[in-house]
């Protein structure tokens, strides 16, 4: 009828997918405060294993909304930007001024890089601007594990663990270059060798399972600045005269 407003529901399984994001990063959040670190660590990894499943699914069955897109990047900011922050806070930053500060900073420019990210419609099917904070989130969960791993105590050492977040801040709200994914087609025919490498890749992964994630989550953080290292390069070089 005239004059009546319509209803317009919400796709409910991408979104039942970001409710799990959410569910995990909750769950991380009061393992740090129980002392659970590595529970919690694994708990971070879970939600981005599900904040990635949720947008492909979106993506697959053209169940994309702009209701999903605030949930998600809600969920993400407690998933990726409280929890990780309360972690860390947990592990060796709670009787430090520069610990509150760098987990404040670093949860604020989480949410910078969110509010950003919606404001102008997205990245491009290449690249996201600045890093996404989901990576950031998994480079300190995996960089627990791999701590532990390694049987390192880094409680005493409060500056490394203050200046992981304020790099990881940094990065977030920087306008670096960092590649999506989102073209990415797994269920497409690939070569042989593509195949012959996936299973090295796994293979390796499942020896040094907590070393395997944390070298990967380094290796994409860091692609951003050495892309805007190489850029400024290439520029001084253009600029020197010959």
Request: overall charge positive; charged content about 15%; some cysteine.
């Amino acid at each position: 009828m005239r004059g009546q407003r319509r209803y317009r529901g919400v796709y409910l399984f991408p979104n039942m997918l970001t409710a799990a994001n959410l569910l995990a990063g909750t769950y991380a959040v009061l393992c740090s405060f129980q002392g659970r670190l590595k529970e919690a660590a694994v708990a971070i990894l879970v939600a981005a294993f599900f904040d990635g499943v949720d947008g492909k699914v979106a993506r697959l069955t053209r169940a994309s909304s702009r209701f999903g897109t605030e949930f998600d990047s809600l969920c993400d900011a407690v998933s990726f930007g409280v929890a990780p922050a309360v972690l860390f806070f947990s592990w060796g930053l709670g009787h430090y001024r520069i610990g509150w500060l760098a987990a404040f900073l670093y949860v604020t420019c989480g949410a910078l890089r969110l509010a950003r990210f919606n404001s102008r419609g997205g990245g491009t099917n290449r690249y996201f601007q600045g890093l996404p904070i989901p990576a950031a989130g998994c480079l300190v969960a995996t960089f627990l594990l791999f701590s532990h791993r390694l049987g390192l105590q880094p409680q005493g050492h409060p500056i490394m663990l203050s200046a992981i977040l304020y790099a990881l801040s940094f990065l977030m709200v920087s306008t670096l270059p960092y590649p999506s994914f989102k073209e990415a087609e797994p269920f497409k025919r690939k070569p042989f060798s593509t195949l012959v490498g996936a299973i090295l890749l796994m293979v390796v992964m499942l020896a040094e399972f907590q070393v395997s994630l944390f070298l990967l989550s380094l290796l994409y953080v860091s692609i951003g600045p050495i892309k805007g290292l190489s850029k400024a390069m290439q520029r001084v070089h253009r600029e020197v005269p010959r």
